[in-house]
């Protein structure tokens, strides 16, 4: 009766220790995707861009774009779902056309959104999930887009070894006007590879179009990515990357650095 005792109170604890036991910490920064998996229920990420800067040359038009503490919060709601906010505290751009020079400083929009995951939310083997979300007016433009805008991204995620993983990140958008009133449809595609180096070090290599029906005039762009990440620590991330434009559609180039910390 004892060991029959014994061995029923294992059964019971061990579940328990594996619940109790931290997944590996899957931050949603650097790339142009977004991860499948989902942050562990009561835990919060914080996930920061220290500055990003964006370059684009129209003809001979030329705006640079920097943002400082672009800032996304995921809070791990359920064992697959979590809950997300992000803001852009300050812009800053720098608009040249000819001899003429415009400069605004500028907040961003606010984006909430919710995660939830169907396979895997820790994001190992095959792991999917969907990605509500809607964009609030909270800055004005060139920063911010002056209506708010909603859409849904559906990131799919594969282990081919513990090397490898690749990722499917497809998305649709009622995306806000160019002249900042009213929505119309946008869709994008990422398709990515990613590399763990190390037990530290990663590398991420990253393909983006998107389709833009602006009533102004429908667009194309497609970007290609190149992002390294370093854990420091189990709850401690830093990254930097840089994305180039394809075509003339597309901004140039944009770099960008950050953090991100797992409380």
Known sequence: MK????LAALLVAAPAAAQDQPRDYCPARPGLGSPACTIDPGRVSVETSLADWTFDRQGG?????????????????????????????????????????????????????LKANFASPDGSGLSIAAQPFVTLPAGRS???????????????????????NIQFVPGVDAAVNGDGR??????????????????????????????????AGRTWQDKAALSFAYKAG?????????????????????LLAGIARRF
């Open 61 to 113: 038009d030329r705006t640079d774009t920097v943002l400082v503490g672009d800032t996304l919060i995921r809070v791990g709601l359920t064992d697959t779902v979590e809950a997300q906010i992000g803001w852009t505290p300050v812009g800053f751009v720098r608009e040249r056309s000819g001899h003429a020079v415009d400069k605004a400083t500028r907040v961003g929009d606010v984006t909430l959104g």
């Open 3 to 6: 060991i029959a005792a014994a």
């Open 182 to 215: 009213g929505r119309h449809f946008a869709a994008s595609a990422v398709v990515g590879l990613g590399i763990a180096l190390n037990d530290k070090l990663s590398v991420e290599l990253e393909s983006q179009a998107l389709r833009d029906d602006d009533p």
């Open 234 to 254: 189990d709850n401690l991330q830093f990254d930097m990357g840089g994305v180039a434009g394809l075509n003339r559609n597309t901004p140039d180039i944009e």
């Open 142 to 164: 060139p920063v911010g887009a002056g209506d708010w805008g909603a859409g849904v991204v559906i990131p799919v995620t594969y282990d081919l070894s513990k090397t490898f």
